[in-house]
Structures are given as C-alpha cells and as structure tokens.
C-alpha cells in the first residue's frame, strides 16, 4: 500500500518563515490534508485541498505542491505554532486514509 | 458549534471485547461520514476506519480489519467501534473524526471536525 512520509523535526526562529514538507506518490492524485496537534490536545486541521484554510486559522498558514510533495508554509511563525503536524492523503487503490508519521515543529 | 464526544475508554483485557461511542451535535449528522483515528503514546496518528454518511460504506486499516467493526446509529447521533481481540498494540487514544465531505458515498480523508479522545489501554 501507499504511504506519506515527513520530516521528524523541524525548527524555525521567531518570526521566520518554515516549511514541512509531505512526501509520497498518493499525493499526485490527491491534495493533501495538514493538522495541527500540541501536547495533549486533539488535532485541528488547518489546510485542506489546493490552499485552503479553515475558519479561525490565520493566513500565516499556506499550502503548495510541486509533483509528489506536498508542503505547509508558516510564513511568520509564532511561539503558539510549536506543535505536530501531520499530512495526510489518501491511497487511491483501496480509497484507505493515510498519515504521514508526523513533523515536530520547534520555535526557537 | 460542532461536537464530538467519544465515551467508553478504558482498560480491557487481551481478547475481550469494547465498544467506543461517538456522540455527534452541532450538524446534520446524516449528511457526513465518520472517521475513528488512533494514537499510540509517544507515536503518531494512525487512521483505524471510516463510514460514509448513509452508513452503506465502511473501510478498515488492515491492522483492524476483521476485528473492528465501525457502525453508525442516525437516530443517536452516534458513531460506534466495536473492538473485538484487542492486543496489546491496540493500546492507543482513539479520536472520532467528522469527515468534511458532505453526502459522500465514499469517505474522504479530509476530517474537520475532531472530539477529545478516549484512552483506551489493553493489558491483562
């Protein structure tokens, strides 16, 4: 079957601007789906087909695909950005929802 | 607003059996699917299954397939999973997901709304 692989960890200055990235052959078939988890919470998802963001998420958050890879940009990161993030796609063989493993996103 | 609000964690023993709720408001419960999603401690998330809004459609991981069963009851508003067998791997929080696609005969993976969890730990 098909997977979604991302980077384990990432880090980013204040301020800056960081990408994570998704990698996987499913993802020229399908956009890719990009969820926010910090410690203890549930996941909330913040970028959804071609580029899009769900209410209440702030436009710092971006989505953009080149062949197989899938990426979310936070231009501007703040300290409240520090979490997981994960992707996810789907397999288009049997239609099975996939997760990639995860992006641990560190604000210096 | 919309809710999710899974029940039923707990601690079950190797080869027992347990059933999850997912109790849904907030939204037309009727026009979307469902999805249950799992995460190991220290792990990552973890797709389990998923129905469609009509109930007609169910896909299972591999890793739960013929030992998990995902049912919808409209008249609850509820979402189900019944764990049959669990092993210790099985030991994980388990989320309930609202799939975004409305009226969808298949389950999409785009899931936008999520409930808290519920712990669920298999161990003798």
């Known amino acids: 079957s098909s997977e979604v692989t991302q980077d384990p960890a990432v880090s980013v200055a204040l301020g800056q601007t960081v990408r994570i990235t998704c990698q996987g052959d499913?993802?020229?078939?399908?956009?890719a789906s990009w969820y926010q988890q910090k410690p203890g919470q549930a996941p909330i998802l913040v970028i959804y087909?071609?580029?899009n963001r769900p209410s209440g998420i702030p436009d710092r958050f971006s989505g953009s695909y080149s062949g197989s890879t899938a990426s979310l940009t936070i231009t501007g990161a703040q300290a409240e950005d520090e979490a997981d993030y994960y992707c996810?796609?789907?397999?288009?063989?049997?239609?099975?929802?996939?997760f990639g493993g995860g992006t641990k996103l560190t604000v210096l | 607003q919309v809710q999710l609000v899974e029940s039923g964690g707990g601690v079950v023993q190797p080869g027992r059996s347990l059933r999850l709720s997912c109790a849904a408001s907030?939204?037309?419960?009727?026009?979307?699917?469902t999805h249950w999603v799992r995460q190991a401690p220290g792990k990552g998330l973890e797709w389990v299954a998923a129905?469609?809004?009509?109930?007609?459609?169910?896909l299972y991981a591999d890793s739960v397939k013929g030992r998990f069963t995902i049912s919808r009851d409209t008249s609850e508003t509820t979402v189900y999973l019944q764990m049959n067998s669990p092993t210790a791997g099985d030991t994980a929080v388990y989320y309930c997901?609202?799939?975004?696609?409305?009226?969808?005969?298949?389950?999409?993976?785009?899931?936008?709304?999520w409930g808290q969890g519920t712990q669920v730990t298999v161990s003798s």
């Open positions: 997901a609202r799939d975004s696609w409305r009226l969808a005969l298949t389950p999409s993976y785009i899931l936008d709304y």
């Open positions: 907030g939204f037309i419960f009727s026009s979307y699917g």
């Open positions: 129905v469609s809004y009509d109930g007609k459609n169910k």
């Open positions: 499913s993802l020229r078939g399908y956009y």
């Open positions: 087909g071609k580029n």
């Open positions: 996810n796609s789907r397999d288009s063989s049997d239609n099975h929802v996939l």
